[in-house]
């Protein structure tokens, strides 16, 4: 069985960091893509960040570019998200999803997705 599970969510003042893990297990990572959403109260969910391999290439939603970091640690089937500069709109339950595809675009990657969490909550208060 396939499970993604999110943690390292929480409240944060505006400005500060956190870092985001989806811990992968059934299946090896080295052979998916991983992508990183968010859902905002009374929003749709939009991919905020993906990375492939064995190219490590990294998309970032432009809201977010400059800020988050994405990463993979394929010896510990570890996808991190790095969140610094956080704003009261990045407020957001986070999610994670794997996907055989290479994936190169954060706007339809959603379509592609295999795999899901259930999500971690972000909550950046003013």
């Known amino acids: 069985e396939v499970q993604l599970v999110e943690s390292g969510g929480g409240l944060v003042q505006a400005g500060g960091s956190l870092r985001l893990s989806c811990a992968i297990s059934?299946?090896?990572?080295?052979?998916?893509?991983i992508g990183w959403f968010r859902q905002a109260p009374g929003k749709d969910r939009e991919g905020v960040s993906c990375?492939?391999?064995?190219?490590?290439?990294?998309y970032y939603a432009d809201s977010v570019k400059g800020r988050f970091t994405i990463s993979r640690d394929n010896a510990k089937n570890t996808v991190y998200l790095q969140m610094n500069s956080l704003k009261p709109e990045d407020t957001a339950v986070y999610s994670c999803?794997?996907?055989?595809?290479?994936?190169?675009?954060?706007?339809?990657?959603?379509?592609?997705?295999?795999?899901w969490g259930k999500g971690t909550l972000v909550n950046v208060s003013s």
């Open positions: 999803a794997a996907t055989g595809y290479t994936l190169v675009d954060v706007t339809t990657m959603e379509d592609v997705m295999d795999y």
């Open positions: 990375i492939s391999d064995p190219e490590g290439s990294e």
């Open positions: 059934g299946l090896t990572l080295e052979d998916y893509a």
